[in-house]
Nanobody, 115 residues
Framework: QVPLVESGGGLVQAGGSLRLSCAAP????????MGWYRQAPGKQRELVAA???????NYEDSVRGRFTISRDNAENTVSLQMNSLKPEDAAVYYC?????????WGQGTQVTVSS
């Protein structure tokens, strides 16, 4: 399966901002939800934020109010605006998309936050 294509990420100072973007293959007609997970060294992968095709959002408690997820249903893209970044936000961020009978992942993009 063609993976999701991610962009963004990088190195930022604490308090700074980054924007992650992700695109799903155009051959997929409808995606129930798109979102972002992250995995820090030695920790399990966790949901950061997700957005359904009907506009319902779900945020991990520590990012609520700082991160904003948005998506373009027609283009099958999802973005994550990350503001007020903290060192504990540093991780590999993975894009995720769930369709009908299909789940896709991106290859991951590194976010590093310096204190």
């Amino acid at each position: 399966q063609v993976p999701l294509v991610e962009s963004g990420g990088g190195l930022v100072q604490a308090g700074g901002s980054l924007r992650l973007s992700c695109a799903a293959p155009g051959s997929i007609i409808e995606l129930k939800s798109m979102g972002w997970y992250r995995q820090a060294p030695g920790k399990q992968r966790e949901l950061v934020a997700a957005l359904t095709s009907r506009g319902l959002t779900n945020y991990e408690d520590s990012v609520r109010g700082r991160f904003t997820i948005s998506r373009d249903n027609a283009e099958n893209t999802v973005s994550l605006q990350m503001n007020s970044l903290k060192p504990e936000d540093a991780a590999v961020y993975y894009c995720n998309a769930v369709g009908y009978g299909i789940t896709l992942w991106g290859q991951g993009t590194q976010v590093t936050v310096s204190s």
